[in-house]
């Protein structure tokens, strides 16, 4: 039985673990900041003694992710590096751990042949793009299964979320994000986080059938917490109302006149 440590009294601008049992851990990497730049929320899936990272961020973050990994595990056990969309605040550093280490990239198809642009040359590489499936699909990854969702349109056209099935957490990427007026890693008033979240996917979001559709795949999940790319954590007593907030949102093209 592994142990949480979701508190909302964490430092956004720390490393921290948030779940852990003998063979498996989830480790959230400390890359608040509270800039003007847009904040990142990376973590480190570390299972069977390997890394799997998620959402690294860009140049800015870099040092303090690597630094924070290497309290963990050496970074060149991490095997993959996963991009849950194409955005310079999610993908701006994937050069660099190409350089750092042998992992695969996990992105979706769509945006393979994008990734030139951020500076390294994939031809040269071998199979170093692992490119997803329109549907998604399941990786076996020490004692977990990672299954990826499709939440495409959320805002990406081609976006996806993670389950781990080992620690119950369901990494979001863009759904969840939140414009916060100050650094915070786990929401304590849901209320007021709701008033946070509902701008940014206004704007970001395609519509609500393209919500509604996600939802539909997600909903029967046990989740203990949704951990966003943005924003801050949202512990499991919170995840209904966050559903509800979400089924219920007009975003997109369901604004338009």
Request: aromatic share 12%; net charge negative; hydrophobic share 40%.
């Amino acid at each position: 039985m592994g142990e949480y440590f979701i508190s909302t009294d964490l430092d956004p601008r720390k490393d921290h673990i948030l779940y852990r049992d003998d063979e498996h851990m989830v480790v959230y990497l400390g890359t608040q900041e509270g800039a003007r730049d847009v904040d990142v929320n990376s973590y480190l899936i570390v299972s069977g003694g390997k890394g799997f990272l998620l959402d690294p961020g860009g140049y800015k973050v870099f040092p303090k992710v690597l630094g924070n990994i290497s309290k963990y595990i050496d970074p060149r056990d991490v095997k993959y590096v996963y991009f849950c969309h194409q955005d310079p605040d999610v993908a701006g550093s994937a050069p660099l751990w190409v350089e750092m280490t042998t992992a695969k990239l996990i992105i979706h198809w769509l945006w393979e042949r994008f990734l030139p642009h951020f500076g390294f040359d994939i031809s040269k590489k071998g199979s170093l793009i692992h490119p997803l499936g329109d549907e998604g699909e399941k990786i076996n990854f020490g004692v977990t299964t990672l299954e990826f969702i499709p939440a495409h349109f959320l805002h990406s056209p081609g976006h996806f979320t993670i389950y781990d099935h080992r620690s119950k957490f369901l990494f979001t990427g863009d759904i969840g994000i939140a414009l916060l007026d100050k650094p915070t890693l786990v929401v304590e008033n849901m209320s007021r986080h709701i008033q946070a979240m509902k701008p940014v996917h206004e704007r970001l979001m395609a519509s609500n059938k393209a919500i509604k559709s996600w939802l539909r795949k997600v909903e029967g999940l046990d989740i203990e917490a949704i951990l966003p790319q943005h924003g801050a954590i949202i512990p499991k007593k919170h995840v209904k109302s966050f559903f509800n907030f979400l089924s219920n949102l007009k975003v997109g093209v369901d604004l338009l006149d």
